[in-house]
């Protein structure tokens, strides 16, 4: 049985909170000693191009052929592309929570991330995001990413949902100010037990 709630729809991040990051400092530091490339090469052109990226206007391919393939590599574009999505893994705890509360409170859950279209696929059919997931506001598919408040606007008129049924979880706390300075309310995500914590003071508790 469904339990009562005030509360509706749960806007949530991907990386950081549901599973790592897809493709961060850290990941693309670790790909760089793993490949041997040169860092500061690497780095300084992946930031000049990672937000057209993000935003759907470059494929992976394309990104990867301006970041890491501007000469002969010995090694191939799909073992690196490999690489890179291997590097994703789940946090199970943070899946089985939002699993749970969807079901106790018959909440809708809205992702609301920043990654390129080829990796936010990779991840979603990786880790069976779609069986709990209700839409997908991902950056790559709406060509807008955070901190622009344009992606909160679509993730809450797609869903038709109330600005005072709305719970976002997010570890970003720049992207918190900006969903809260909007009227959403909102989680910022460090740990599982203070995130429980947090929704327990909105309703959303895992026992009763």
């Known amino acids: 049985m469904k339990k009562a709630t005030a509360i509706t729809h749960l806007f949530v991040d991907i990386g950081g909170v549901l599973l790592t990051n897809g493709w961060d400092h850290h990941t693309r530091e670790r790909a760089a000693a793993h490949f041997k490339l040169k860092w500061s090469e690497i780095e300084d052109r992946h930031h000049l191009v990672f937000e057209t990226f993000e935003v759907g206007k470059f494929t992976l391919e394309e990104?990867?052929?301006?970041?890491?393939f501007t000469k002969k590599r010995p090694f191939t574009m799909a073992q690196f592309r490999n690489y890179m999505f291997a590097q994703s893994k789940p946090y199970p705890e943070m899946l089985a929570l939002i699993r749970e509360l969807k079901t106790l409170y018959g909440l809708k859950v809205i992702v609301v991330s920043n990654e390129g279209r080829e990796l936010n696929s990779h991840r979603i059919q990786k880790f069976k995001l779609d069986n709990f997931v209700d839409s997908f506001i991902s950056s790559s598919y709406v060509h807008v990413r955070k901190p622009d408040p344009e992606i909160f606007r679509l993730a809450l008129d797609t869903s038709q949902a109330s600005l005072k049924k709305v719970i976002y979880l997010e570890n970003t706390s720049l992207f918190i100010q900006i969903a809260e300075s909007m009227g959403i309310q909102s989680i910022l995500h460090t740990d599982y037990?203070?995130?429980?914590?947090?929704?327990?003071?909105?309703?959303?508790c895992l026992k009763s």
Not at 193 to 204: H, Y
């Open 193 to 204: 037990a203070s995130t429980c914590a947090q929704f327990a003071e909105f309703g959303l």
């Open 63 to 68: 990104y990867l052929n301006m970041v890491v």
